[in-house]
T-cell receptor, first 113, second 118 residues
Framework: AQSVAQPEDQVNVAEGNPLTVKCTYSVSGNPYLFWYVQYPNRGLQFLLKYITGDNLVKGSYGFEAEFNKSQTSFHLKKPSALVSDSALYFCAVRDGGSYIPTFGRGTSLIVHP | EAQVTQNPRYLITVTGKKLTVTCSQNMNHEYMSWYRQDPGLGLRQIYYSMNVEVTDKGDVPEGYKVSRKEKRNFPLILESPSPNQTSLYFC?????????????????FGAGTRLSVL
C-alpha cells in the first residue's frame, strides 16, 4: 500500500521569505514523487517530480524539492516567496511497481505582501 | 496544444437525473482517471483506466460508472445522482511508464467540473 501525508492544512509566509511545504510518504517499493499546484478555479498543474538521481529536484516557478529517503520526505521549497505563489499544493506518490498515484490532502499556501 | 478537456464546467441538476461528464485528451495517453475534490478531503480517485476497454475502481467508485471505448475519451456517468455527489470533479491523463524520462508519468488535469445535485 502507498500513502502520502501533508501535515499542514495551511502555511503562511511573508513575501520574500523562504517557504517550505511538507510531505511525507510511505511505499513498499521505490517511490515516484510529485508536486502539483492548483490555482483558484483551475485544474492541477505539474511542478516537479523525483523518480531517480539527484535528491534535489528543481521545478517550475523557482520551486525545488528534496528527496530524503531516510525520513521518507519530499518537502517543497522556494528561497523567496511571491504573493502569486499563493495556491493549493498537492504532493503525490506512486510505488515504482504501480501506475496509480495517491495524492495528499493538499496544503494551502498563503503569501502575505 | 496538449490538453485535457472536460465538459461541462458547471452543472446543476436534481436527484435521480442521469448525467454524463465528458473528458477528452489529445496526447495519446494510455492512463486516464477521474477524481473528486472535496474540502478537507483532498483528491480522491473515483475510477481509472489503463487503456481502451480496461477500467478499474478507485477509492470512491460508488454511484459512478465509466467507459473507455476510445483512447482519447473517458466519460464519467452518474446514473442516479444524489446530493452527496455534489463536488468538484477532475479528469486526468498520463503516460504509463516505469521509465523516468522527461514528460513521463506526469498527470495532466482538466479544468474541472463543478457539480451541484439538488
Amino acid at each position: 500500500a502507498q500513502s502520502v501525508a501533508q501535515p499542514e492544512d495551511q502555511v503562511n509566509v511573508a513575501e520574500g521569505n523562504p517557504l517550505t511545504v511538507k510531505c511525507t510518504y510511505s511505499v513498499s517499493g521505490n517511490p515516484y514523487l510529485f508536486w502539483y499546484v492548483q490555482y483558484p478555479n483551475r485544474g492541477l498543474q505539474f511542478l516537479l517530480k523525483y523518480i531517480t538521481g539527484d535528491n534535489l529536484v528543481k521545478g517550475s516557478y523557482g520551486f525545488e524539492a528534496e528527496f530524503n529517503k531516510s525520513q521518507t520526505s519530499f518537502h517543497l521549497k522556494k528561497p523567496s516567496a511571491l504573493v502569486s505563489d499563493s495556491a493549493l499544493y498537492f504532493c503525490a506518490v506512486r510505488d515504482g511497481g504501480s501506475y496509480i498515484p495517491t495524492f495528499g490532502r493538499g496544503t494551502s499556501l498563503i503569501v502575505h505582501p | 496544444e496538449a490538453q485535457v478537456t472536460q465538459n461541462p464546467r458547471y452543472l446543476i441538476t436534481v436527484t435521480g437525473k442521469k448525467l454524463t461528464v465528458t473528458c477528452s485528451q489529445n496526447m495519446n495517453h494510455e492512463y486516464m482517471s477521474w477524481y473528486r475534490q472535496d474540502p478537507g478531503l483532498g483528491l480522491r480517485q473515483i475510477y481509472y483506466s489503463m487503456n481502451v476497454e480496461v477500467t478499474d475502481k478507485g477509492d470512491v467508485p460508488e454511484g459512478y460508472k465509466v467507459s473507455r471505448k476510445e483512447k482519447r475519451n473517458f466519460p464519467l456517468i452518474l446514473e442516479s445522482p444524489s446530493p452527496n455527489q455534489t463536488s468538484l470533479y477532475f479528469c486526468a491523463s498520463s503516460t504509463v511508464s516505469a521509465q523516468p524520462g522527461v514528460g513521463k508519468n506526469i498527470q495532466y488535469f482538466g479544468a474541472g467540473t463543478r457539480l451541484s445535485v439538488l
